[in-house]
């Protein structure tokens, strides 16, 4: 927050008093200006164009340095976004400028993809700058500020109106940052022929409900011109670094064997408007808005996803740390049902793998049990198959004896019979 | 009857070394060196017809081109979408027919327009209408061409198709490349960088070596200037090959008349200087417009019927047969044309003729073995 706007609260219960000599105070914009300049400044533009439009070369000739870029393909499967950071400086004042291009945008056969690169990029940004206000120990004065503060949407000349891609593209950037569209190679329509693009162009826009940047009508020493340059919308520019003599002068222009384009010359194109309008005056309200509205916005919708609201359910006003101890407090309660839930969980696994344990022990029990008794039962009747047996050997050795003895007997009989024959013989 | 005499008379001399022995007789002439004449007389009374297609994304200045190449005004109440209305927009083909006459040549100009096209958001295939458009022309003459009554064939086909390449970019771009590639071989392409104006000529110099390598590298077969003969004389070839050194050409349209070096001329006003369409250090308009239109008109129209046109031809011929052999296989000895449908009761009947004069050969076969053997 600036100090300008704690200058616009109301006051409510103050006296407008008249001052009796000088005080003094009237040196604090000097002071504050001191200390801007001792800090240095820093800006960020991001350049949406077709490949081959004249981004690099238009910031060339913006900030009147080279900035080195090489040329990208047309064949880049996606859209692809590279940032540079610069440090220039002018007089006194030190700038940190980041200049973000689009590589390969345009150029796919199917576009339908192409803004999300750009959409995912700006928000990133917006979400590291939010991860650091929202830190315990911060350091915000330090901070590199990487917010897109403006981005330049180049439309190609085509004479006719906006492309579809460039409708949809600014459609879903005008609420994250501050579009400014211009018109490149402007040295390809005529003044009347531009006169009628301009107006499509802008109608094309209000029609569809786009937002572009307006310079701000609230700052009286600026509003004039301001309104005169809203009217220009979109600027008509041409970009060039290279230098051609008019006259005893070396000016940026490009020859043609027709004539000589001069980019500073405000017959010819609109590039000098762009250049007070977007580094002259308005750089810092630019930066303003960034902060104040997209970066705020996009504060809100994020907070708001996690789920922090501004009043409470009676409508009462809660605080950002009430918010967060009632976020907390429900999050260390989910805790701790999810662990007792785990816990039960946990008790009844256990449980039913005893169970299971002691039905298997049981079976395993029964079982032993079985086998015993088949054991004991096949003993019993082997013992039984054995005392018939010895019976039977018995009588079997009883009979062998006895049949022994009576082999014995009959010799000893026959014997005598011989005798008793031989002896009868006689007789 | 005068100019017959002087005709007589040129004949004469230029016969004069090798008949001499002939002279020695009499005075004969063959009179055969008045065909090109008797050519021209019957082309003039018939009249010319051609079709020419422009493709390219919308505000490439196409048909202010094709106004100022034609010096007409074709595209009087065109009505132009908004950007949202062209989000989802696919490629319609639109044609326009003049008949412009010019010392006593009556030419029937179709030009062929492709609103539409590249303008979508996504535009995966977005060339699909045209080229179906143009194989339907295609069929169309293919169909005519084996009709029983070809009097009045009307010849639709696409004779040349002009493409604009923007010249914002860096070089071809992937639609550029798809869309070349899916027509090279259907029909003449002559590719253009188009609203040459914004270009320096160093840069314009770049662009087209840019250009003319991409096309190489991908294949692309654009319309070549065909070869001039040995025995033309040295200004002619010295300008064939500037025209073959300069393609792609960088183009400029007008509509406007300004008054440029106290004359009026067709050009563009700006406020740093006015660019005239027909001055050739300007762009290369006069170039494309004597290339297309004063010399090599005719030649784009042969290479379209015995290029392009017999390519599609032997293609559906091919297909047709293999597709028959599935279906019968067996061979026909009639050659199956692309009778439309209703001749089917036609077809049907070669059919049955067909079969009854294999029947018939068949018999006459076995009536021959038998004799064979009685002998």
């Known amino acids: 927050m600036s100090v300008s706007d704690v200058a616009r609260q109301p006051d409510n219960g103050s006296r407008h008093l ?12 000097d002071q504050l200006v001191n200390k801007s300049i001792f800090q240095g400044f820093c800006f960020n533009i991001l350049c949406i164009g077709e490949t081959g439009i004249g981004k690099s070369t238009l910031m060339d000739t913006l900030f009147n340095t080279n900035f080195e870029n090489f040329e990208s393909s047309h064949f880049e499967p996606q859209v692809k976004l590279r940032a540079q950071t610069y440090d220039l400086q002018e007089s006194n004042v030190r700038l940190r400028l980041t200049v973000v291009n689009t590589v390969g945008f345009g150029d796919q056969m199917n576009k339908e993809d192409s803004y999300q690169p750009v ?12 991860q650091e206000e929202l830190k315990i120990k911060r350091s915000l004065h330090n901070y590199h500020d990487s917010r897109v503060h403006a981005c330049l949407y180049f439309i190609s000349p085509s004479g006719h109106s906006l492309k579809s891609l460039d409708l949809v593209t600014m459609k879903k950037l005008d609420s994250k940052v501050n579009i400014i569209p211009v018109i490149a190679k402007a040295d390809t329509i005529s003044k009347s022929e531009l006169h009628k693009f ?11 409900g786009v937002q572009i940047y307006q310079f701000p009508l609230d700052d009286e020493t600026v509003a004039k011109v301001n309104t005169t340059m809203n009217g220009h919308l979109p600027f008509a520019v041409v970009g060039s670094t290279e230098e051609v003599s008019i006259g005893n002068k070396m000016v940026k222009a490009r020859q043609y064997p027709w004539g000589v384009v001069q980019v500073e010359n405000e017959n010819h194109c609109d590039f000098v408007k762009l250049r007070e309008m977007l580094i002259c005056v308005n750089m810092e309200d630019l930066r303003e808005q960034t902060h104040t509205r997209h970066y705020e916005l996009y504060r809100r919708c994020k907070l708001e996803e996690m789920g922090f609201k501004d009043t409470g359910p009676e409508c009462k006003p809660v605080s950002l740390q009430q918010t967060y101890e009632a976020k907390r407090q429900e999050f260390l309660v989910e805790l701790q049902k999810r662990e007792d839930e785990m816990r039960q969980m946990f008790v009844q696994r256990v449980k039913e793998k005893e169970a299971e344990l002691k039905d298997a022990e049981r079976e395993l029990q029964s ?16 013992e039984e198959k054995k005392k018939l047996l010895e019976e039977d050997q018995s009588v079997f050795s009883k009979r062998r004896a006895a049949a022994q003895l009576l082999q014995a007997q009959s010799l000893t009989a026959n014997g005598k019979k011989d005798k008793d024959r031989k002896n009868s013989g006689f007789m | 009857m005068d100019a017959i005499m002087l005709q007589e008379k040129l004949v004469e001399r230029l016969l004069c070394p090798r008949v001499r022995t002939a002279r020695q ?19 003039v009374k018939k009249g010319f017809d051609f ?10 200045g196409k048909s202010t081109l094709i106004n100022s190449l034609f010096l007409t005004d074709l595209y009087k109440d065109r009505k132009l979408l908004n950007a949202e209305e062209r989000i989802n927009q696919t490629v319609e083909i639109i044609k326009h027919t003049v008949d412009i006459e010019e010392k006593g040549v009556k030419l029937k100009l179709t030009i062929v327009d492709t609103p539409g096209f590249g303008d979508a958001v996504n535009n995966n295939e977005c060339w699909k209408p045209i080229t179906d458009y143009i194989d339907q022309q295609f069929e169309q003459y293919f169909r005519d061409e084996s009709g029983l009554n070809r009097k009045n064939i009307q010849d639709n086909r696409v004779h040349c198709c002009l493409y604009f390449i923007p010249p914002f970019g860096h070089g071809l771009r992937p639609v550029d490349v798809e869309f070349m590639k899916a027509l090279h071989e259907k029909v003449n392409i002559i590719p253009l960088i188009a609203k040459a104006d914004c270009l320096t000529p160093n840069e314009i110099k770049k662009l087209k070596d840019r250009i003319q390598e991409e096309i190489d590298k991908f294949g692309i077969k654009v319309y070549q200037f065909p070869e001039c003969d040995s025995d033309e004389d040295e200004e002619f070839k010295q300008l064939d090959k500037e025209l073959k050194e300069c393609t792609p050409f960088a183009v400029i349209g007008s509509n406007t008349v300004v008054e440029a070096r106290g004359q009026r001329v067709r050009g563009r006003l700006y ?23 004063r010399s090599h008109m005719h030649d784009l129209k042969d290479v379209t019927c015995d290029v392009h046109y017999e390519n599609y031809r032997a293609q559906c011929i091919q297909e047709m047969t293999s597709k028959l052999a599935q279906d019968n296989r067996m061979d026909s000895p009639v050659p199956i044309l692309p009778l439309s449908t209703p001749d089917v009761e036609t077809e049907k009947l070669i059919r049955m003729k067909d079969e009854e004069l294999k029947r018939m050969q068949e018999m006459l076969n076995k009536m021959q073995q038998q004799m064979h053997k009685d002998q």
């Not at chain 1, 959409?119 to 939010?130: A, M, N, T, W």
């Not at chain 1, 107006?199 to 826009?205: A, F, R, V, W, Y």
């Open chain 1, 18 to 29: 008249s001052l009796a000599g000088h005080v003094g105070f009237d040196s604090l914009p």
């Open chain 1, 119 to 130: 959409v995912d990029y700006i928000d990133k940004q917006f979400e590291s700058y939010l």
């Open chain 1, 198 to 208: 301009k107006i499509k162009i802008m109608s094309e826009l209000v029609s569809n």
């Open chain 1, 367 to 382: 079982r032993f049990e079985q086998l015993k008794r088949l054991h004991a039962d096949e003993k019993a009747s082997l």
């Open chain 2, 25 to 43: 007789k009499e005075k004969q002439y063959v009179g055969f060196a008045t065909l090109p004449k008797q050519v021209h007389r019957k082309s």
């Open chain 2, 51 to 60: 079709t020419l297609m422009v493709a390219g994304e919308s505000g490439m």
């Open chain 2, 271 to 293: 406020p740093w200087g006015i660019v005239e369409v027909e001055n050739q250090s300007h762009c290369d308009f006069v170039k494309l417009r004597n290339m297309l239109i």
